[in-house]
């Protein structure tokens, strides 16, 4: 079935890093990819998305590439802040019989220093 | 953006008791919601969809009997974790989605951590 896997955590990095969380995925037909962020105490919130091959999904200065060759969707940003701290989930939402069914990854929790 | 929310956000409960935790969205008619499970260190897991007014879809090794879904209404969902077990505590995640279409953003409640004690 289908499956996503990514880098484990936890990351911890001080303020201004290059964050890269990695994400690699298995699926049957054409799924699309998501990003979503989950801060303390709230829902996952939808963070990117990407629908097709070679797509780049970006939104609060992380961004993420739809590649299909190496069936990846790592996400980046240039400079992490402190609030960028929180549980990231890459998922791949497969619409096989409409259902839109999302396969999430592990997660992975990211702590931004000051 | 659309909110979804839950209650209670903690339960602890005795053995061979049932636990019913509902998931409302708050400003939008949920049309489609869905319950996931998460352990910890571990992804989400879907447990089960459902559609307002229609019987849910179990995901493979969900029991129906264990885990009981109500969507009596476009903003109500409800999950029954009948005759917990410890083997139950997770942490309960729903999620709504407003119509039909299989593009619509889903949007996630914060969750409940069931302990069975």
């Known amino acids: 079935g289908d499956s996503v896997t990514q880098m484990e955590g936890p990351v911890t990095l001080s303020e201004e890093a290059f964050l890269t969380i990695n994400c690699t995925y298995t699926?049957?037909?054409?799924?699309?990819l998501f990003w979503y962020v989950q801060y303390p105490g709230e829902g996952l919130q939808l963070l990117l998305k990407?629908?097709?091959?070679?797509d780049k999904g970006s939104n609060k200065g992380f961004e993420a590439t739809y590649r299909k060759e190496t069936t990846s969707f790592h996400l980046e940003k240039g400079s992490v802040q402190v609030s960028d701290s929180a549980v990231y989930f890459c998922?791949?939402?497969?619409?096989?019989?409409?259902?839109?069914?999302?396969?999430f990854g592990q997660g992975t929790r990211l702590t931004i220093n000051p | 953006g659309a909110v979804v929310s839950q209650h209670p956000s903690r339960v602890i409960c005795k053995s061979g008791t049932s636990v019913k935790i509902e998931c409302r969205s708050l400003?939008?008619?949920?049309?489609?919601m869905f319950w996931y499970r998460q352990f910890p260190k571990k992804s989400l897991m879907l447990m089960a969809t459902?559609?307002?007014?229609?019987?849910?879809?179990?995901e493979q090794g969900v029991e129906k009997d264990k885990f009981l879904i109500n969507h009596a209404s476009l903003t109500l969902s409800t999950l029954t974790v009948t005759s917990a077990h410890p083997e139950d505590s997770s942490f309960y995640i729903c999620?709504?989605?407003?119509?039909?279409?299989?593009?619509?953003?889903?949007?996630f409640g914060p969750g409940t951590r069931l302990t069975v004690l």
């Open positions: 999620s709504a989605r407003e119509g039909t279409s299989a593009n619509n953003e889903q949007f």
């Open positions: 699926a049957t037909g054409y799924p699309s």
């Open positions: 990407a629908t097709k091959a070679d």
């Open positions: 998922a791949l939402s497969d619409l096989g019989g409409g259902a839109q069914k999302l396969v």
């Open positions: 400003d939008f008619q949920a049309t489609t």
């Open positions: 459902s559609n307002e007014g229609s019987k849910a879809t179990y």
